[in-house]
């Protein structure tokens, strides 16, 4: 019933049958979703409040796991796996598909340690090795020359889009297949938003990325894939031009029209 | 009118919690005018407490208080942060607000029992263990930690709930483990209002009177080792206020009580003002 | 062992210390109220209600003396501390409010709320024992009515402060004079956390024993004579417990178990009176 767009590239991740059910609810919030995801390319999710993009995002790395008692069925396939089964190693799979949250979360330590965080997690000591990974993903989230005469300063010291950009520095540092975006530029003025927004399009050289946001025409600006969602089922899927001037079904047409959400 | 005749009382009643606390303060003041100026500083460096000869040098006590005060510390702390991560983190739903419940209904029990309870139960495991009467510092501090740790554990969890889900998730996302969030994410956040609920509950230890009354002995002396028996400041107050019976000896033990009530009094502040300003903004 | 893996390691210990505290608490905790339980209600009879004190080794001795003279000190100070302690919180939630004579107020009442009971015997022994020359109930409430009002105070600010501005501004607009919106509108919809306060206040009070030590001292015998010694449980159970006298112990120890099933009672009814209130 749903239009999903057949992608001919390759996927990074692939979500079948996919039902998802918060702990004490009667009703699943995501009703058997069906979707793939391309591979160095952004997907946009956009939707009405409670719409469940925002479930289905943190699913992808497993965040619902954190609170106990959701339950879910279906496959999220990723590197040749279904990435839902128990013996997942949680751990393993946060290091490759990564997360930015909607308000900066720069952790109460020094922009330096903040980004090598998860560089030694896994276990990288060697002062060299940590300085140039460091190094690499400041710059490649465009903001070393902002910081590199303070790294060694508390990282709540940077303004909110500098830090947002930081925590996107912390993310691919270590170096991710895949980078979940949940509504990152909710919190920022118009400025640094064009500056994530800038950074995200040029991150997924690199990453595959996908993106949850409230603002269509962000999604309209920066994504090359759009999935509609409306209570909790994946309305529509289409290359992001296609399906902002000519949506196939109907509640996404009245969506972008400003009919409801 | 009948507005302002209100607005009167609440105002008066209000600021009666001002006057009480400074009455308290020059009154105690006061009352140990007397023994300020015969004894000086020796009230508080001399080791000599004799009714009989109408010498009071308060040392012992102060020592008593400080040493009981600071291993009641040493034991309950570690314990205390243990029992407040597990109810912040660890534990389930069912399982939180069963233990949350238990650990504020400890709370709640009066302190002469945990008194009652040292005295019968636990002097005798140490004089056991130990030998000697089992009455003393030892027992003393023991008793006391337990009795601190309900409240400790329970503003401690306080403290440490209010880091924002979405930067312990932040350090999860990046592949981190349990402990990991709380080493690194949640302690840092939350430092100030951890230290600061420790410092309070020293406040609340040094002042503590029952709990330690039946334990500790009530003899004038500076210990030899811990199993001995010696006094605090609380304890000698309580068990020899009612004997005085001269204006010395009064003057003397308003001054203990003086003593006392400056140093919970600057222990107190100093977590509140200091560590725990940070909590209640956030 | 990869560095991951000592994580996990370190994780596993880590979290097992925790848990391990937490039993040692729980283990305490069962520990006491054990003890309590036994003890409490092996000693309990109906002779505890019915007698007052005696010397020990006297075949008809009980708690009446104590459970009255508890009642009527807490009742007392009850009396004087609640209206004080509500007018107080009023004061800083709808008057003072963000001043800094509010917020000098209930940093000093917040302070009080740690600070050593026995100190505030100490004060009340010397401006009130001293001048009347005796031991009294008064003197006794007065030290209770002192630790109670920090408390209440701070429960009525806090519970005063949830209810909505706009709740009070629609009083206000209908022409309501200010002490009439406390009166009915505020006042109402904090009712239930109020109560709780007061609840929770008696509750500590109801437990003190260092306060009363010497101001309202104690009495082996019943009285109600207000100007007088007056015995209380928590100082009857202490004098008890610390004799050498076994039939003065097990009045103790039933004396402990009565106050805390008290005390206990309070506190979870003030939480369920809480509950049903936020239900609302």
Redesign the interface.
Known sequence: MASIIDIKEECALQVRDFEFTYKGAGVPSLKKITMPIAKNSITALIGPSGCGKTTLLRSF?R?HD?Y??NTYAGEIEFEGRNILTPKED??????KI??I???P?A???SIFDNVA??LR??GMKNKTELNDRVEKALKDAAIWKEVSDRLKNDANGLSGGQQQRL?IA??IA?EPEVLLFDEPTSALDPISTQGIERLVIELKERVSIIIVTHNMQQAARVSDYTGFMYLGELIELGHTEELFVTPKEKLTQEYITGKFG | M??KI??N??????????V??A??FV??FN?SLEAMHTFGLDFITKDEWAPNLNKFGAYAAILGSIISTTLAMLLAV??????A???S?????KIKSF?GI?????A??????????G???FVPIIRDIFGGMGIGLLAAGIVLA?MI??FM?AVTRDAMNTT?D??K????????????V????II??A?AGIIGSLI?AL??A?????AV??VMGNVHKVPGSILDPTTSI?VT??NE??EADSSLYFSS??GL?LT??VM??VV??VA??YFLRKARRA | MTA?QK??L??RI??G??????L???A??F??LG??VMKGMSALNWSIFIYEGAPPGYDQSGLKHALVGQLILVSLATFIGV???I??G???S???KNSKL?H??R??????M??????????V???IVMPMGHFSAYAGAIALA?IM??II?RTTDDMLQLVPGTLREAAFALGA???KV?KDVVYRGAKAGILTGVLLGI??V?????PL??TS?NDNFFTTDLNSAMPSL?VT??NY??SPYEDWQQL??AA?FI??MF??GL?ILGRVILFAGKGK
């Open positions: 790395n965040m954190l106990p008692g949680l751990i393993h799979l946060r290091t990564g997360m949250f909607q308000k979360t952790f109460p330590m965080y998860g997690l896994q925590c912390r993310a270590v | 009948i507005d209100f607005f009382f609440t105002r008066f009643s209000a600021l009666l919690i001002l009480i606390v009455w308290i009154v105690l009352h570690p314990i205390a942060i243990g029992v991560i597990f109810l983190e660890i534990a389930h739903d233990f238990s650990v504020e209904l400890l709640a029990i009066p302190s002469v029992i945990y008194g009652m309870w005295l019968f139960y337990i740790l309900p554990a924002p979405i930067l998730e932040s350090a999860y996302a990046l592949g981190g483990t349990q402990w990991d709380i080493k690194d994410v840092p956040y430092k309070l406040g609340r040094i002042g503590e009177t029952m009354t039946f609380p107050l309580a206020f009612t033990l308003f009580a006392l009530l919970s009094f107190i502040a509140k003002f | 991951v994580r996990i370190i994780n880590a979290l210390f925790s848990t391990l505290s937490a040692i608490a729980l305490f905790l520990w006491i003890v309590l209206p004080l302690g007018l107080a009023t004061y800083l709808e008057y003072g509010a000098t107020i940093d000093i009442s917040d302070i009080m740690s600070a050593p009971s026995i100190v505030i015997g100490a004060f022994y010397a401006v002192i009002i920090p105070l004079p200010k002490y406390i509750a500590r109801g437990g003190e024993t260092a030590l010497f001292f928590t159970m202490f417990a610390i103790g120890w402990a106050l805390s005390i206990l506190n």
